[in-house]
Each structure stands twice: as C-alpha cells, then as structure tokens.
C-alpha cells in the first residue's frame, strides 16, 4: 500500500519584532530533524500570516507563494523614510501639500491609479538579493543600490478609515495583491503623488490564497496537532485521478491516462489570476482512488499523466 510522505502545513501568526526566520525556531524545536520552509516573506516590523512547509510540504511550497496576498496597514501622511516605514529614518516631508488637508475623496481618487497591473520599484531596504546579497546589507554596508521597477497587480485596494491628529493623518488600508507587491512601496508611491510623503506602519497579513490568519496559531500555541495535511497546500490545482492498477507504476515515474481529471471552481478567482486552464504546462494534483496525494503532475499533448513531483511513497 502506498503510504504519505511525512509532512503537513502550519498557519503561523508572527508577531511584530521577529524575521520570517526567526519565526521558524520554535517550529524546529517543535519538529526537530525535519526540514522546514515558509512561503512568502514578512518584514520584522509586519505581523500576520506565515505558511511554513513541514518535511514534504517544503516540496510544495512554491504553490502557495503564488497565491494572492491580502493585507491590512497603516499610512502615515506627512513624512517620509528611507526604508519607506516607522524602523527608518523618519522625518517630516517637505511637500507641495499639508497632510492636514487631506480628506477621503481625495485620497480616493489618489488611489485609482494603484489599482490593477501596475509597476512597482521595491524598497531598497529589501530582502531582494543581487548577486547574491539582499540589498538592505547592501545599503547598509554604504553602497548605492537602485532597483528595477516590476509589474504587480493590485486586485483589490481599499480606503477603511482616515484620522488626524497634531502631527500627521492617519489612514487604514486593505489590500489584496499579487506576489512582489510591496506595501511599504506603494504608501511611499500614494505619499508622492499626494505631495505630502507617506510612511508604512502596521502591516498586518490578512490572507494568502484560501489561508487566513484567523485560522493561525501564536507562536506560544504552537503543538504537533496544528499541522494541515499536504494536501491543503495544493488543493486548488486541478485534481487528476490515477487508475488503481497503475499507482505503483506511475509512483516510479511512469506516465499513464488518467481515470478522470476536474478543474476548479473559476467563480473563486481573483481579477488578474490565471485561468486554471490556461496553458501549455497545467499542473495537477494526482489522486489514488483514496483520495491520497500522489504526486503534482502534467498533461502531455497525447493526454497522458506525467508524474513531475512524486509526494507518496510507492
């Protein structure tokens, strides 16, 4: 009988204060020996979801880190930072514009033009690596880095609150973006084209894909029992099922017709996201007839199943 790969994916929350690595040292102590990623990376000072890979789910993890993110975060108008947030240099902007003025229909309209395909320059004070080296070391080993602009997509941007205070306003914000996308840039961006500056404080990771942080366990909570099987990591590719007399063979890399094969539900996609269809090189989930996670696997032109990431043990 073919048996799992150990394995599973926890939904982390990680608080303000710890990088995406650190968050990772209770989880090693929890699963000691065991090898463990996470997907999506978040800043120190940025709370919120963190999906990490235990043992055979780090396999899978590039299907998650694709998934579109959603956050909820703070602008601060009026001043400005070189790493773009509060764990900067932050100092009072010298605009065109008074903070002090601003009001929602004008923030409003600021803001149509960061919604959809945009291009974006991340921060300097990034994890982005060049030639190896992440830029915000770069930086502050005294070198002048500049970064190319990307193209991102904003699928949904919302302004939830504003407030003022005797320094600065203050506005709530909720965004789901695709992968890249910088928070910490786009306030910076919005601050320009306001002529007031902005900085990025309380960044806080909602969602990614299906994921959401309530369902998320603190650091202090964390036990074996949390782990999620392998299979929610990829359960919305489409699912493709292996004949029963061919699952030790196809386990051994062997091609084979599929019994059936299904597609996703397209109503749950988000604007901009790919068809599930869509495609020379569709991945599926390959299914015995238990229903166990086989393998991730492609559809050749002569429509045979081809095991690309074998996860089951034959």
Partial sequence: MNEAMPGGVLLLDKPRGVSSFQALRPVKR???????????????????????????????????????????????????????????????????????????????????????????????YSAIKIDGERACDRVRAGETVTLTSREVTIHRLRLASLSKDSEAALAEFEMTCSKGTYVRSLVHDLGQALGCGAVTDKIRRLAIGPFRVEAAVPEEALVPGALLPLETAVAHLPRALVPADWVARFLNGQACR?????????????????????????????????????????????????????????
């Fill in 30 to 124: 929890l699963f000691p020996k065991t090898k463990i990623g996470h997907a999506g990376t978040l800043d120190p000072a940025a709370s919120g979801l963190l999906l990490i890979g235990i043992g055979s789910a780090t396999r899978v993890l590039e299907y998650m880190e694709g998934m579109a993110k959603t956050y909820s975060f703070q602008a601060r108008f009026g001043f400005v930072s070189d790493s773009y947030d509060m764990e900067g240099a932050v100092e009072p902007f010298a605009g065109t514009a008074s903070a002090q003025d601003l009001d929602t229909a004008r923030i409003e309209k600021a803001l149509e033009p960061f919604r959809g395909r945009i291009r974006q320059t991340p921060p300097v």
């Fill in 258 to 314: 599929p019994e059936s094969l299904s597609l996703p539900e397209l109503s749950a996609q988000l604007p901009g996201e790919a068809s599930a269809d869509a495609g020379p090189e569709r991945e599926y989930r390959a299914l015995d007839g238990q229903g166990r996670l086989l393998a991730i696997a492609t559809l050749s032109d002569q429509g045979m199943l081809c095991p690309r990431k074998v996860l089951a043990k034959a």
